[in-house]
């Protein structure tokens, strides 16, 4: 069973403080990685994509990949109380579809 | 900017009953997607969409679920008997190209089934 897990939290982390989210994968053809964040009752918002091996920087979200651990990760800098969601990780190969982790929930304290 | 839209909001129905839910992909993509999530559970692919036809589904999509693109605008999912475990958030996604490789999400459709 192709999988994407994240620990589901909650992970609290004070303002101004570095959030890091972690997410592993089962299936090595994956290809391309994604970080959404869903607000409560919300749809997915695409926060970060990455493709290859090593670190992309997007503001004050960084997307780490580890294609040999088989391991994405997000970190957020300056954490803001607006930040608090549940962020998603998300895999995909090349059939398109994407395969969910069960999100892990942020709680960004004032 | 571009979005994909969904109507209803949210649709309650009773069991037994056929829903049909609404999306409007962004105007230029060509990849489709159905998604859903029951309270509390991870999002799960239902559906995927592409030159007028299905080309891939979830254990989930059985008999009961079909997906169409009647115009160049909608792409509609229809559930024919509903049945309360179908009770859930569905979103629709598109995507431009596949080598843009990027999906963009509606704000979803609550389905309560009663």
């Known amino acids: 069973q192709k999988e994407v897990e994240q620990n589901s939290g909650p992970l609290s982390v004070p303002e101004g403080a570095i959030a890091s989210l972690n997410c592993t994968y089962s299936d090595r053809v994956s290809q391309s990685f994604f970080w959404y964040r869903q607000y409560s009752g919300k749809s997915p918002e695409l926060i970060m994509s990455?493709?290859?091996?090593g670190d992309k920087e997007d503001g004050r979200f960084t997307a780490q990949l580890n294609k040999a651990s088989q391991y994405v990760s997000l970190l957020i800098r300056d954490s803001q109380p607006s930040d608090s969601a549940t962020y998603l990780c998300?895999?995909?190969?090349?059939?398109?579809?994407?395969?969910f982790g069960q999100g892990t929930e942020l709680s960004v304290k004032p | 900017e571009p979005e994909v839209t969904q109507t209803p909001s949210h649709q309650v129905t009773q069991m037994g009953q056929e829903v049909i839910l609404r999306c409007v992909p962004i105007s230029n993509h060509l990849y489709f997607y159905w998604y859903r999530q029951i309270l509390g559970q991870k999002v799960e692919f239902l559906v995927s969409f592409y030159n007028n036809e299905i080309s891939e589904k979830s254990e989930i999509f059985d008999d009961q679920f079909s997906v169409e693109r009647p115009d160049g605008s909608n792409f509609t999912l229809k559930i024919r008997s509903t049945k309360l475990e179908d009770s859930a958030m569905y979103f629709c996604a598109s995507m431009g190209t596949r080598g843009e490789n990027t999906q963009y999400f509606g704000p979803g459709t609550r389905l309560t089934v009663l």
């Open positions: 990455i493709y290859s091996n």
């Open positions: 998300a895999v995909t190969n090349q059939g398109g579809k994407l395969i």
